[in-house]
């Protein structure tokens, strides 16, 4: 027999709120009380993409349709068309349309702010705003490293240290297929969110380092994931992938013939063009510290460095081919 269900409830049955359990200090009979997440100090797990789930769950690709690295998203700027040709936009001027005193350009470029607006440069862009070469792309969680790594196909799972994560590795690096694991974690470059992007990052650095025998063979295969990581155009996923870049093509140079640099420099013109964009995003600070500068996230100081290391390990043929994609760039072993 089943007992009927009581008509008078306590105040925490009867409360809908999410209950959480916590320790009461109060004594037996007293009051019951029922703590909500109001209560108590909780910092949720930020969500980069919806589509990642929880992480019992593997992530729903089919519900991805953005390209990565792709300008479908990215709203074009209005064409003035009397920059191409001899015709001009103009409109017809009413009788109480006349320039009034203080309301004049005054010979500058950038027009004086409305009351309540923003100040407006050239074309009608606002001052200050970024250009549509500098714009985000769409960095879509559909990686390759992510699908393999849900499935269970990589050997590598996440080292949880005292000080610092590292990754386990379940069998010895050496012994792996560079030609298929090696563009599978290249590919993870991109991946912001973790577990994913901290096994990716650090398991390019594991292979390249310990295999390094067996990364020139693979260097057409990586220049693809390479080329999509740096479309995104996300300073995350940029400071990245050029301190992996500096990375590989040093990385055979105690063989005492590096080649990876040498072999990377038919490829410079899928590399190094978003390089171009960004060589002088640097930070002014006038007289202040840099105290973040241990970090290495500079952009331009690290594109610099990035291009130097090309050029060192690239052979003859390396400076000449940087200087036609990077015409700023100025040689450090040419005087």
């Known amino acids: 027999h089943t007992r009927a269900p009581s008509a008078v ?31 108590i100090k909780v910092r949720s797990q930020p969500v980069h993409y919806k589509e990642t789930g929880s992480c019992f769950d593997s992530t729903n690709l089919g519900l991805i349709t953005e390209r990565p690295g792709g300008h479908e998203t990215t709203k074009p700027r209005p064409t003035n068309v009397s920059a191409f040709s001899l015709q001009k936009i103009t409109s017809r001027k009413q009788a109480d349309n006349f320039t009034k005193k203080g309301t004049g350009s005054g010979g500058t470029l950038v027009r004086k702010a409305p009351e309540g607006g923003a100040a407006v440069g050239p074309a009608g862009a606002p001052a200050g705003s970024k250009f549509q070469a500098f714009m985000e792309r769409p960095n879509p969680p559909n990686t390759e490293f992510r699908r393999f790594y849900e499935r269970g196909d990589l050997p590598v799972q996440v080292d949880h240290g005292g000080v610092s994560n590292r990754i386990q590795w379940k069998v010895d690096i050496e012994k792996l297929d560079f030609h298929h694991y090696l563009p599978i974690f290249f590919d993870g470059l991109r991946e912001i969110e973790d577990p994913y992007a901290f096994l990716a990052e650090q398991g390019v650095y594991d292979m390249i380092d310990v295999g390094w025998k067996k990364v020139l063979p693979v260097i057409p295969q990586l220049i693809i994931p390479i080329k999509t990581a740096l479309n995104t155009r996300q300073k995350k996923v940029i400071v990245k992938v050029l301190k992996v870049l500096q990375r590989l093509v040093t990385c055979d140079f105690e063989g005492g013939h590096p080649l990876i640099g040498q072999a990377l420099v038919p490829y410079y013109r899928q590399i190094l063009p978003v390089l171009n964009i960004f060589i002088r995003q640097n930070d002014n600070l006038g007289d202040g510290i840099d105290y973040g500068q241990k970090n290495r996230e500079n952009l331009g100081d690290l594109i610099m460095e990035t291009l130097e290391a090309f050029e060192l390990n690239g052979g003859e043929d390396a400076f000449i081919n940087i200087k036609y994609l990077v015409p700023v760039y100025q040689s450090m072993v040419i005087s």
């Open 9 to 39: 409830q306590p105040a925490c049955a009867r409360d809908r709120r999410p209950l959480v359990s916590v320790r009461s200090s109060e004594p037996r009979g007293g009051v019951c009380r029922a703590f909500t997440m109001s209560d």
